[in-house]
């Protein structure tokens, strides 16, 4: 079966920075995390997908067929929720659904309302009044509202409190519980995808640091916080050392089962990648 | 397209309401002057700075991004402001007459060149502010102003005498062309920038 | 049907599920023939990964516990398939040797206790 999305070697070279042969696929019926600290190149890899930003080179798919080759039917078949929303703000909920009406060949106005409904927004004030929080689920509504079967996310949780975090999470699941759909969601809060994501692709300075499917990620490493000379060299990913002592990032499967080691998390495997630096 | 239309009535709809009152000002002071040059200087105003200020919420908004990342091609997202400049152009072109018939006579070549006039401006100022933005490139946004209105004294001056019907359609002919092909150029621009 | 799971515990998550639902099953808890949440509504439930549940439930399926028919979902399997009858075996001899342990402390000999387990049979049969 095709992956919803499919990269290949993509590259874009920005004045400091280079988005450096970045390949990984988005499976039918899966959540892809894209997970990174900030300028890391996370947004540089959305941006592409969604043609918002010219490439240097590499391929994008989706379901099969290249970004330059979907007519205006197929795009419409991806939903997109921005970092910085991106609706017009001196409209409110009503004239956002007359505006969207006319630009989505599939708008649903029914499904919209009952969205906005759910996320209790009002629909006579100015989207331009709104809080970060609603104006996050606005986008969220919208890209719902279309009959998209796949949905982009850039940061969508990035300024909201847990609650509102929960309450988009619930609603991926949601979108989710049709194994024909596929998200692929981005974000350096790394809790929020530590639920919900089947696969996770860590991105660093530009490049995949590491990617695969996410419960494997996180029974592979673990953390141990003995000695580190006490360890096979080639157990050891990356160490971080302090001031009194050091951290390991190891593979738990060459670890010997008496030393203790702890649980990973996407957090963790990211700092290690991050901050740490190798044997 | 219909959608990208709605969304700047939206936005633009105190701003309309505003110049819709300072028009009819406009309007009933040239009546009643019988002296049309002003009116004709707010009519281009109004046509050039709609489109720009339709252009400044959609940047402050990010409304491009979005706008392209649903799928939306440059082309059309340029298209719709041009075809907004042109609709206002026409309304102008249609209340000129309308005041021109009030007074005496409606005079169609002056109406017509300026028509052109409105386009060919549009024309130099649109590819800027796509390239530049609203903010940077409100320098030629007012150099085209200022422009516009001393085109209109001039031409009001000069009007009937000199051009013959024939070089008059050439010439609104050339400034299409010319709107055409700045939309064009717009829809280039708008695709090769990274937003 | 209660599932839920523990994420600081040392024992993976789709280990976590397979126990839960295999204990209600050999409990009795869940009856052979009952409908299991889909994978996807149980992942959105317990807000994990449907990769995770979905390893669950092909390990269940696998040691014969439920059964998938596509297009409709999971059910439990009917008593006594594969894995389950094992387990239920290992469960029996393990109680046995208890009581092995217990009728030697208490210097019963053989064929008192024989006559014991033949009543706890009789009895359980008239149940």
């Not at chain 1, 043609?51 to 994008?60: A, K, L, S, Y």
């Not at chain 2, 169609?108 to 100022?125: E, P, R």
């Not at chain 3, 808890?29 to 149980?42: H, V």
Request: aromatic share 8%; net charge neutral; charged share 20%.
């Amino acid at each position: 079966m095709k992956n919803k999305i499919e990269i290949k070697n993509l590259t874009k070279h920005y004045g400091g920075f280079t988005l450096d042969n970045v390949s990984f696929g988005v499976p039918r019926g899966s959540v892809v995390g894209l997970i990174g600290e900030n300028g890391a190149g996370k947004s540089t890899i959305i941006k592409s997908l969604l043609g918002v930003i010219n490439t240097d080179g590499g391929e994008i798919l989706f379901d099969g067929v290249p970004l330059g080759r979907l007519g205006k039917n197929q795009r419409q078949l991806t939903g997109v929720v921005l970092d910085d929303v991106s609706l017009p703000s001196a409209v409110n909920l009503r004239e956002l659904n007359t505006v969207m009406k006319n630009m989505f060949s599939r708008w649903d106005e029914q499904t919209f309302f009952a969205l906005t409904e759910r996320f209790r927004l009002p629909r006579d004030k100015k989207t331009g009044e709104f809080s970060k929080g609603m104006k996050m689920k606005t986008a969220i509504a919208a890209a719902l509202s279309h009959g998209a079967e796949t949905l982009i996310l850039d940061e969508p949780t990035s300024g909201l409190d847990p609650v509102a975090r929960d309450e988009i999470l619930d609603i991926l699941y949601d979108f989710m519980q049709n194994s024909g759909h596929a998200v692929l969601i981005s974000s350096h809060i790394t809790s929020d995808l530590e639920k919900l994501c089947d696969y996770v692709v860590f991105i660093h300075g530009g490049k995949v640091a590491v990617s695969g499917e996410k419960d494997a990620l996180l029974e592979e490493y673990a953390v141990y916080g003995g000695n580190i000379s006490d360890l096979d060299p080639a157990a050891v990913v990356r160490v971080r050392r302090r001031n009194y002592g050091a951290d390991a990032l190891v593979k738990r499967s060459m670890i010997p089962p008496s030393f203790g080691t702890e649980k990973t998390t996407l957090e963790d495997i990211m700092l290690f990648f991050v901050k740490g630096e190798k044997l | 397209m219909k959608g990208l239309f709605l969304k700047d009535f939206y936005n633009l709809r105190q701003l309309l309401l505003w110049y819709g009152v300072m028009m009819a000002l406009f309007v009933a002071a040239a009546v009643i002057s019988k002296n049309l040059s002003f009116m004709m200087g707010f009519g281009v105003f109004i046509t050039i700075s709609t489109a720009s200020s339709s252009m400044a919420y959609d940047e402050k908004d990010n409304w491009y991004k979005f706008a392209r990342a649903c799928g939306l091609s440059p082309l059309a997202i340029a298209a719709e402001k041009y075809l907004l400049t042109l609709a206002l152009g026409a309304l102008s072109f249609a209340l000129l007459a309308v005041c021109q018939a009030v007074i005496g006579e409606i005079d169609w070549m002056l109406n017509a060149g300026f028509f052109a006039i409105n386009l060919m401006i549009g024309a130099v100022v649109f590819p800027v502010l796509f390239k530049f933005g609203v903010e940077k490139g409100r320098l030629a946004l007012i150099a085209a102003l200022v422009a516009a209105i001393a085109l209109s004294v001039l031409l009001m001056s000069v009007s009937g005498s000199i051009t013959t019907p024939l070089a008059l359609a050439l010439f609104t002919a050339a400034c299409l062309a010319l709107f055409a092909l700045s939309m064009w150029l717009s829809a280039k621009i708008l695709g090769k920038k990274d937003m | 049907m209660n599932i839920s799971i523990n994420n600081t515990s040392g024992v993976s998550l789709y280990e976590q599920i397979y126990e839960q639902i295999k204990n209600a099953v050999l409990s009795g808890e869940l009856k052979s023939g009952d409908a299991l949440p889909t994978i996807r509504s149980l992942a959105k439930d317990l807000r994990i990964s449907v990769i995770t549940t979905s390893r669950a439930y092909d390990e269940l399926e696998k040691d014969g516990f439920i059964y998938s028919v596509v297009g409709k979902g999971s059910f439990v399997a009917a008593k006594g398939g594969g894995k389950a009858l094992e387990e239920h075996l290992r469960k029996m001899e393990e109680y046995l040797a208890k009581a092995a342990k217990l009728a030697a402390y208490c210097n019963v000999d053989e064929n008192t206790f024989i006559t014991a387990a033949r009543n706890a049979l009789g009895s359980d049969n008239e149940k």
